[in-house]
């Protein structure tokens, strides 16, 4: 394998960590209120991050029997009712002990590494091609999006979901920002000269 | 069809050597809230001035109800302002030496309204906005956000068709600014006039139901009606 390769898995690899990570301590953070099981910690989890991508269950329960593994959760319960077997899990004192950690640690200041837009912009300088009319259409995109959140910010009445949203807008706003003071970089000169 | 309440047709405009717009021809339709957006210098607050009938265009055109007005003369320029437009800037400017009632009941005043019937329609938009308790204060004496809500309410005094703001949420916060954006909105959807909201914001530019990117004085994209 190429070194190149080996960085992008490692990489990926943090990547995949740090998503896990993080939606296992807004998890822990809704057991903290109280016991659940694994649709209902989907649908607060989703309510509670309404710019976020859906959680999948699959994500659910695989967090879940992560928690589980490392002693976070407990299963408290499983209820066999008329449908499907339903387990209800509970946080544990060691659960407890992680968000609280985890809640009282800054977070560093984000890497912002070159994104596909930044990169897509680059190589398209590079090669001499519509680099103006990609940051034209992509800044469409992005206004598309923020019509929406803005609209879902009208009728978004829970605090921390205003929050979140507020959280997604910041960051769509400051790509609208590099779009266009990227597209007035390039306007003047097309392309980069290698 | 949908009616256009305002077009302008080729308009030009130059401050000495620097040709402002270049050109620039645009509808807005009655109700519609049209986001004019682009960088600073690019011709944003000057179109905003012709259509508005600040500023006369030297070449081209604009209409209002189908009518040019771009060549009338000051005087019926300034009344067909004073009735038919309500505008916003960005710091209210307010009189600073009169209350706040007497700023919002001014543009009736001066049609003639007897002083009465003026406070008492100033004093209904001010209690509409939230700022009535502050009917006596001098803007001297209001937050930005308070003194934004007594511009807004000077400029819906007359029942305008078209309102034109400025940045008006450009010298608040996030959260006042969103504030005053949605009373803006609401009270002119409500009543059916048109906006054209000039603003370097995105988040205020995705309010509106379009949106029109002027660059170095014409338009570069329109967007998409929403």
Known sequence: MLPGNIGYSLSVYIVCIVIFMSVGHALLGILARGPAHGYDLKREHDLRFPGAKPLAYGQVYATLARLERDGHVEIAETAQGGGPERTVYALTPEGRRTLDDWLE?????????????????????????????????????????????????TVVAELGAQIALDHTIAHLDADLRWLETAAARVAPKGKVHT | ???????????????????????????LARGEVLAVTGPSGGGKSTLLHCLSGILRP????VRYGGQRVDDLAEAPRTRLRRREFGIVLQFGQLVPELTVEQNVALPLLLEGHDRSAARTAARAWLDRLDVGKLAEALPGELSGGEAQRAALARALVTGPQVVFADEPTGALDTVGGEALLDVLLSTTRERGASVVLVTHDNRVAAHADREVVLVDGAFTAAGVRS
């Not at chain 1, 590494?113 to 590079?126: G, M, Q, S, Y």
């Not at chain 1, 091609?129 to 803005?150: K, N, P, S």
């Not at chain 2, 309440?5 to 645009?26: M, N």
């Not at chain 2, 030297?58 to 055109?61: M, Q, T, V």
């Open chain 2, 58 to 61: 030297e070449a081209g055109e």
């Open chain 2, 1 to 27: 069809m949908t009616e256009v309440i305002l077009s302008t047709r080729a308009v030009e405009k130059s401050f000495g050597r620097t040709q402002a717009l270049r050109g620039v021809s645009l509808e």
């Open chain 1, 105 to 153: 640690q800054v977070e560093p200041a984000g890497p912002y590494p070159a994104d596909e837009l930044v990169r897509k912009t680059i190589t398209a300088l590079h090669l001499g091609t519509d680099a103006v009319g990609f940051l034209a259409h992509q800044r469409a995109q992005h206004m598309a999006r923020m019509r929406e959140l803005v609209r879902a910010q």
